[in-house]
């Protein structure tokens, strides 16, 4: 398996960009028009960047953060053992699921890591249960014990 990718050319607007939001989007009436001024550019270019950062895949996802079980709702890790003849049939029935969040491969016994978002704890059992039955595969279904703040920042 080769997870190398080529590395993004950035410009410095991209790395304003990337470098600042990281930090979160401003909550007013014009947020981008806000980070525009930040950054020295105007809104249009800001909106701009970041479409392309995002069609570049230099950002995998941009939008909000929501505290799924502050919320009411739930979410647990889970991973699932794939045979490699099988893995691209596998992730298409598991994301087939509206309640998958991610999906990514590894390089591991358990090759398929993803996340279960739903709107209840038993909801995630259920989750649990019919993709079991769609792949064939047992589920390890890793829930969270405790949660840690990591507060990640990754300068570029």
């Known amino acids: 398996m080769d997870n190398k990718r080529e590395v993004a050319v950035l410009s410095d607007l991209d790395k304003k960009l990337i470098n600042l939001l990281q930090h979160g989007l401003p909550v007013c009436e014009r947020p981008f028009a806000e980070v525009a001024k930040q ?6 270019d800001v909106i701009a960047q970041l479409i392309d950062l ?27 053992a794939v045979p490699e003849e099988d893995f691209v049939t596998v992730t298409e029935q598991v994301n087939s699921f509206e309640q998958i969040a991610h999906n990514y491969r590894r390089d591991h016994y358990y090759n398929m890591w993803f996340v279960i978002g739903t709107e209840s704890k038993e909801e995630i059992e259920q989750v649990v249960q019919g993709i079991e039955e769609k792949t064939g595969l047992h589920v390890l ?15 570029v």
């Open 39 to 44: 950054v020295e550019s105007t809104e249009e």
């Open 54 to 80: 995002k069609e570049r895949k230099v950002l995998s996802r941009f939008g909000p953060m929501f505290d799924a079980v502050y919320l009411g709702g739930a979410f647990t890790l889970a991973a699932l």
């Open 141 to 155: 279904n890793v829930p969270k014990l405790q949660e840690f703040f990591v507060g990640l920042y990754l300068p």
